[in-house]
């Protein structure tokens, strides 16, 4: 495991916060030094716009941001012209869905999705079968999160697989490889969409190696800045979708009676881009490469598999832990039940202990529906956490049981 | 420490007023969260231009179903005008606790619920 001390002196928050056990990087991770002081190197030093001027700021400031376009493309196996800056994984998701999805599916179209995605895996793509009279099937789950998926599903019909690779509440990690290569044998022109949300800050992820279409994740949750997100793209599909927002940056030529589109990637970045964050993802992925995405994992499978036996040794039946029992099979996310205590009331207790964790449906209502609870408490952890913070989640969860009787 | 979970919270919540289904009410709502899984449903009886006696059920969070309970005494006989008028500083005053933007949604579910009902009755 990683010596969580040592990896706290980055972060800054942990000075102004030196109590805070944060649980929930599930939502958005904390950011270390490097990637702040890269934002403030930016607004300091180049703060100019990119791909416009010819003065030596603006060389720097587009020289920075396509450097972080390579250093992503290199983190995840692809090219740089395949990999597209948006503002999140939502966007990411509803640009395929809009760019592509509205060209390819039609009525006679299937598009295939989880019952364990995040809403914004979910709703573009059950908008786009309502708008498009296409038929959306749902591949369900198992007692204990698991995918209960069966190449039968894929027909000549299924235009759209979209699927998480790790699930924001049951911790599932999908054996997406796998999957994508039983789509691909039983329709090879299926479109598989990967959302990458909480597998690329957290395992080694390659998309050569996957063989996806699409992958989108989130800057935020990966120690990077809010506001940029990646959607990565084979370079064909990026050329045959439509644009996504129009305007500037985007275009090559504009003519009263036509416009010429650039060529991919910058065809789908109209606009001025979140320059300083984009340049500052590129530290993020320089430390998490500096750790290593195996380590990062080992990290986070020894901790949720000492948490798992741990809550379980202390409150028993008492407590109902959603997702696979093995830690091999999960990521470091431990969506909860406590007793009969509502997850409100369980979060604000447990920050009155400084113990930051989420409570609700975590944006996966669908999810909540099957597992039959209207919310759950979520504990997740990243490279900051560690044992420690596990037993101060118990001693949190006693002082519960305490105030609430 | 345990601000928000006060003896006259807790006891709020552990020991409901006005708890239960109203038979004749002129007037319920339900109302939800469906963000926690917050649930109201109140009954009003009317008098006039006041409000004689509110009941309610439902299950939730320690701060909805307490504000729910409190609510159900503290309102009890007073102007229906007076109560739409009332407003989130209302509601923090008579809970005594501070509450975040997020957790106040609870507060103030119960509250919505009665204004609706007397809305819906007028
Ligand atoms: C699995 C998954 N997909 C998508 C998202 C959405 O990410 P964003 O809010 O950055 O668009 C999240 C965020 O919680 C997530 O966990």
Redesign the pocket.
Known sequence: MFDSQKIKKDFPIFEKHPELVYLDS???SLKPRQVIDKLVEYYTQYSANVFRGIYKISEKATEEFEKTREKIAQFIGAKPEEVIFV???????NLVAYSLGRKIVDKSSEIVVSLM??H??FVPWQQLAFENGARLKIINIDKQGRLLFSPEMITRRTAIFAL?Y???VLGTINPVKKIIKQVKKANPNTIVII?G??AVPHLKVDVKELACDFL?F?S??MLGPTGV?VLWGKRELLEQAFPFLYGGEMIREVRLEETVFKEPPYKFEAGTPAIGEVIALASAVEYLEKLGMEKVREHEKELISYALERLKEEFGEKITIFGPEEAEERGGVLAFKFGSYHPHDIAQILDSLNIAVRAGH??AMPLHQALKVEATTRASFYIYNDKEDVEKLIEGLRRVEKVLG | MMDLYREYILNHYQNPRNFGKMEGADSSVKLSNPLCGDEVKVYVKFEGEKVSKINFEGKGCVISQASASILTEELKGKKKEEILSLDKNFMLKLLRIPLGPNRLKCALLPLEAIQKAIKNGL
């Open positions: 599930t939502a958005t503002r999140n994984t939502t966007e990411a998701i995605e995040h914004s895996n998480t790790v699930s924001n959302d949300a909480q989108a989130s935020h949750k997100g975590h944006c």
